[in-house]
């Protein structure tokens, strides 16, 4: 049966609502925060009806949980693959960390809004968001780590964990400055490159 395109518009224009609604979510936490980022509010800075928010989203919970995941998933679209396509340790780990603060200082927006979220979980609110925001980001550094370590691009005394843990916390301290007019993201990056590479580069004779 040939479809007469009235399903695919309709799926169009929901994807389009959607994604409306999820970029004034993210504007609306970033601005006041999670526990003031009510469905009202976010349904006024559209425009639109509380319930047209509700048709789309199962409630607040669903709503900050797309946020959560389209801005994970759109950083590691922009970065992994430039981090993987790197053939030395050091142009990895440098890769690493610019493409990390480069993803930030592109969307403040974006991780603002992470971080209120991050940080209604850690203080108890009702949240969707319950895990550790970098386990698994640690875990997948550590593997590159120790990936370049064994093909000897890298020093072989230093725990590759507690390396990745240690970049995971430089970077994820970010996005709290942000906002900070006297906060220079990128000599910061090239700080924390320079930190690092001293930290684990083979030294040569």
Do not use: W
């Not at 991780?111 to 895990?131: C, D, H, M, Q």
Request: one cysteine or more.
């Amino acid at each position: 049966m040939r479809s007469d395109g009235k399903d695919d518009s309709r799926t169009f224009v929901s994807s389009a609502r959607r994604a409306q609604i999820v970029e004034a979510a993210i504007e609306t936490v970033a601005e006041v925060g999670y526990a003031k980022a009510s469905l009202s509010r976010i349904a006024l800075r559209l425009g639109i009806s509380k319930g047209v928010i509700s048709y789309h989203f199962a409630g607040k919970d669903d709503l900050i949980a797309e946020i959560v995941s389209q801005v994970l998933q759109g950083a590691r679209a922009d970065m992994q693959p430039r981090i993987e396509a790197q053939t030395t340790g050091p142009a990895m780990l440098r890769t690493y960390i610019e493409s990390n603060l480069e993803f930030m200082r592109d969307h403040p927006k974006e991780l603002s809004a992470v971080v209120e979220i991050v940080r209604a979980a850690i203080a108890g609110a009702k949240s969707p968001f319950t895990g550790p925001p970098s386990d698994g980001a640690v875990q997948f550094l550590a593997e590159l780590l120790t990936r370049f370590q064994t093909a000897g691009d890298f020093r072989t005394d230093f725990d590759p964990t507690a390396i990745a843990i240690a970049i995971r916390a430089v970077i994820d301290g970010v996005p709290g400055r942000l906002a900070d007019p006297e906060f220079d993201i990128d000599q910061y990056a090239r700080e924390i490159v320079a930190i690092f590479d001293r930290a684990t580069c083979v030294t040569r004779s």
